[in-house]
Structure formats: structure tokens, C-alpha cells
């Protein structure tokens, strides 16, 4: 029985679903629209991507519960494209993204993203929450007497602070007297019903552009089928294929972390590849998963697909049906709801620890932290994954040792203990000394790892430094695999099989 079996949904649940959905619903609107806006594109068609998006994720995606749609991540690199080359080719390149993050799942490399060190996670997720709070600021202007945004002043400000720390006290306080509903749904509704009972003098969603549309119409993208095309495209796709599965296994892998279960990042890649090649058919401009608002469904504690798929569906009826009435909705209602989302986000423990963790972690959180804000996010944790992998190298590299001592035969014994690989393989030179050594010496290999070519080059050099000064080397317990790519120093080896350690050398010349 999987968790999102019919058996699973009791009413209670089906009716948390539901509401959580609407309520992620009310908030994909503004985001979808800003979004298009970036984008240089229609605001249906941020629109169409959003409810796409979300409904083919929420069905089939790896991870139940979270949100897909259109992105500012995804916009800010579209953007280029469609003041270049135009909109026809914005289509083009999400069915081109979509076919690859398809193969990139297919090929079952999603289980990658399991390797992000936590930091580079921190990062992530700190990262996002103020790029959700500064992504606010925006709502905060108004058109000046030259049609340029100027800050609110006045009474204006005043209202649209009130209301939104209205709507942030509600989201707050009413779990302390029921969940009978989401307090975000709650205070979305409370805070519309004031503004338009009182008339208060505030921005709506209407004020953003106009959502009344239709159903969307299957269209295959105007580009001509040419390599031209395809040269245009491809880098736009790579870019814009990367940064979503970032985004959206980053964001399944902190979902998971929240619920304490495990998502299938795979399945995730297909279906964001799929949903993003249905969304470039039907005129949407792509998208992946949205932190802000999965973040709203899963502390709704709606985690199974009935939310997502109820938000996608509550979305296009608003385009078809209600669009009049979700016109009406203060811009402040939702701008409380994204706050409370970016104060929920950010992991606030990670700056009391800050002073308890190694230094270079500390370093890896602020570097994706602020990278995310000033560039975005596939730059920042693939920055974060770099510095990792290098403070590791760096660590590593510095535990090689050796201990030496005299046998009964008077040969000198080099006994190496640590990891010997590229970062450490200088270090490994600098133990011995074959000008000083006696006529027989031997390496004792069996507490060290030998791990990649640059280690058996290392030990290919070794080698050649005691053959110039005319001594004998004995390699002990070097693992079989080494012995396949070792050149001047193969006849040195000494293999024991019964007693050397069973693993394997990570070198490309094996295979």
C-alpha cells in the first residue's frame, strides 16, 4: 500500500489536501505572474506553466507534496533568450530542457544530489529565504508620474504593513485555537474580506495584470527545425535543464529531511522533464520546484499528491472562472503569507552554530548563502560542492604519515597510514629519503588506500628515485589493482592475496 493509496485519504485528510491546495494556489498567482514579468512574457503564460507544472509533478513527480511551477530562478536566464531571439524560442528550449532532465533520469543520476555536503544544503535553503523576502520587495513601489517605481509612501505603506502583519499574526496565532482550516487560507481570507468590506485603498492582484484566460491550446513552438536553431537552444536548455533539477532535488531532499521520509529523485527528474516538454507544447514557460510554496504545503502537513494536484486545478479555475474574484485578493494578504514562508525557511539554528562547526563549513553556508542571493542557485551549490570537495582534499592530504623502524634483516620499513591521492601524493614524496636509506627498503601499504592514478604515479616515481640511487624497493599489500597500471615499479610488488585489503583503485585506465 503506498502512502497516497485511497485508502490513505480519510476525509479529514482529503479536506486538508484541498484547502492546503487553494491556499498554495492563492500564491502561485503573484509569483507566476512576477515571474512572466521577468521573463519578458505573457502573464498567462507564467500561468499555464505554473498549473502544467504543478499538475503533472504533483501526479506523478517523486516527491508528494511538493509544488512545481515557474520560477525566478528559470526567468532571470530566459529572459536573454526571449529579448533576443522572442517567445518562439522560449518554447523551444523548455520542451529541449524538458527532454533533458527525461535522460538525466533515465540514466538514474539523481541520486546525485544525495551527495550535497549539508552546508552547501544550509546554504541552499538560507540562501532561498531571503531571495523569497527580498523577491517582496518589489509589491512595495508604485508607478512614479514618468512611469518608473518609486517606493510607497504615506498612508499607502501604512495600510499595506498593517495588513500584512494582519495576515502574519492570523498564520501565526490560529493553529493555538483550531486547525480546523489552514492559517494561511485563513488569513488570505480574513485580510481580502476587510479590504474589499472597508474599501481600503491597497494593491490587489489585479493591479499585477489581468489572469481571465482559457484552457491552454497545444502549439508547437515557431523556430525553424534547423542546427541553427538547435545551437540557439541548446545552451539555454543545458543552463536552464541544471538549474531546475538543482532546485527541485535540493528541495525534495529538504522536504525529506522535514518529514522524515524518503523521495525518489529519479522518478522526480522524469517528471520535471516530462511536465516541463508538456508545458513548451502548450505555450507555459517551464518551470521546477518552488521552495516557497512547498514549503506552505508540507506546514500544512499536506503531504501527498491530492494537495499538489488541488492546487494546479484550483489554479486553472481561477484562470477560467474566478479570475474577477482573485483580482480582488490584497497583494498584502500574500506577501505576509511569503514572509512567514521565508521566516519558516531559513534555518535559524544554523547561525547559533556557526561558532561550534569547523571553520571551512562555516565558510561553505555563507558562500551559498550569499551567492544564491547575488547569482543563482546552480552557481552557489555548485560553488558550495567545489569548496567541500576542496576543504576535504585539503584535510585529507595533510593525515598521510609514516612510521619507520628497522626489520630483522636489517631492511628499513616505511609503514603508510592515511589516504594517498592527488592532494596528498607531495606529501608522500617528502616521507622517504633513498639517499639515507639502507640497500633494501620496503613500503608497507596495508593501513594506507591507494585512490587514484595520481597515487600510483606517485609510486611509479617513488620507484624511479630508489633504482637512480642503485637500492632494491619492496612494495607490500598494494592492492591487485594497482599492480595493472604500475609501470617502472610492477616487478617491486609483493602480493599476498589472502591478506591484502579488498578494494578497488579509482582509475580511469580500469574502466
Not at 503533472?56 to 533568450?81: D, E, H, N
Amino acid at each position: 500500500m503506498t502512502p497516497d493509496s485511497c485508502s490513505n485519504y480519510s476525509f479529514s485528510r482529503l479536506k486538508l489536501c484541498t484547502l492546503s491546495g487553494l491556499t498554495v494556489a492563492l500564491a502561485l498567482v503573484p509569483e507566476a505572474i512576477a515571474f512572466a514579468f521577468v521573463a519578458q512574457v505573457h502573464p498567462l503564460t507564467g500561468l499555464y506553466a505554473a498549473f502544467i507544472m504543478g499538475l503533472i509533478t504533483a501526479a506523478f513527480g517523486g516527491r508528494p507534496g511538493m509544488i512545481s511551477g515557474a520560477t525566478g530562478a528559470l526567468a532571470v536566464v530566459m529572459v536573454a533568450l526571449v529579448v533576443q531571439h522572442g517567445v518562439e524560442y522560449l518554447f523551444a528550449t523548455v520542451v529541449l530542457m524538458g527532454l533533458l532532465q527525461i535522460t538525466f533520469g533515465l540514466l538514474k543520476l539523481g541520486k546525485f544530489i544525495r551527495m550535497v555536503p549539508f552546508p552547501v544544503m544550509l546554504g541552499f535553503v538560507n540562501g532561498l529565504a531571503i531571495v523569497i523576502f527580498l523577491a517582496q520587495m518589489g509589491h512595495f513601489k508604485l508607478p512614479g508620474p514618468d512611469g518608473t517605481p518609486v517606493w510607497m509612501t504615506g498612508m499607502k505603506l501604512y495600510a499595506m504593513l498593517g495588513l500584512i502583519a494582519l495576515t502574519m499574526a492570523i498564520i501565526y496565532l490560529l493553529p493555538r485555537l483550531t486547525r480546523a482550516i489552514p492559517s494561511a487560507l485563513a488569513g488570505i481570507a480574513t485580510v481580502s474580506f476587510l479590504v474589499i468590506f472597508f474599501g481600503i485603498d491597497t494593491k490587489t492582484v489585479g493591479d499585477m495584470a489581468s489572469i481571465a484566460g482559457g484552457l491552454p491550446q497545444f502549439h508547437l513552438p515557431q523556430v525553424p527545425l534547423n542546427w541553427e536553431t538547435l545551437k540557439i537552444i541548446f545552451p539555454y536548455s543545458l543552463i536552464l535543464a541544471a538549474i531546475g533539477l538543482i532546485e527541485s532535488l535540493l528541495t525534495l531532499n529538504l522536504i525529506d529531511e522535514m518529514t522524515d521520509t524518503r523521495g525518489m529523485p529519479n522518478r522526480e527528474c522524469v517528471a520535471q522533464g516530462s511536465a516541463n516538454v508538456v508545458t513548451g507544447f502548450f505555450g507555459g514557460m517551464g518551470g521546477c520546484a518552488m521552495i516557497g510554496q512547498s514549503m506552505i504545503n508540507v506546514n500544512n502537513g499536506a503531504t501527498q499528491r491530492l494537495s499538489g494536484i488541488a492546487a494546479a486545478l484550483f489554479l486553472l479555475s481561477f484562470i477560467l472562472f474566478a479570475s474577477q474574484w482573485i483580482a480582488m485578493i490584497p497583494l498584502a494578504a500574500l506577501i505576509g503569507l511569503m514572509f512567514v514562508v521565508s521566516q519558516k525557511t531559513f534555518a535559524w539554528g544554523s547561525l547559533a552554530t556557526m561558532r561550534k562547526v569547523p571553520r571551512s563549513d562555516a565558510m561553505v553556508v555563507v558562500a551559498v548563502t550569499v551567492i544564491t542571493v547575488l547569482t543563482d542557485l546552480a552557481i552557489a551549490v555548485v560553488t558550495g560542492v567545489i569548496i567541500s570537495a576542496l576543504v576535504f582534499a585539503w584535510q585529507h592530504a595533510k593525515h598521510i604519515k609514516v612510521t619507520t623502524y628497522p626489520d630483522n634483516k636489517g631492511w628499513k620499513i616505511y609503514e603508510l597510514e592515511g589516504t594517498l591521492f592527488f592532494a596528498s601524493t607531495a606529501e608522500f614524496q617528502s616521507l622517504f629519503t633513498p639517499k639515507d636509506d639502507p640497500d633494501e627498503v620496503v613500503v608497507e601499504f596495508r593501513r594506507a588506500r591507494v585512490m587514484d592514478h595520481s597515487a600510483v604515479e606517485a609510486i611509479d616515481s617513488l620507484a624511479t628515485r630508489y633504482q637512480q640511487a642503485g637500492k632494491r624497493l619492496h612494495l607490500r599489500h598494494l592492492s591487485p589493482d594497482c599492480l595493472e597500471v604500475l609501470e617502472k615499479a610492477k616487478d617491486m610488488v609483493e602480493i599476498n592475496v589472502g591478506e591484502d585489503p579488498h578494494y578497488h583503485l579509482a582509475d580511469d585506465k580500469l574502466g
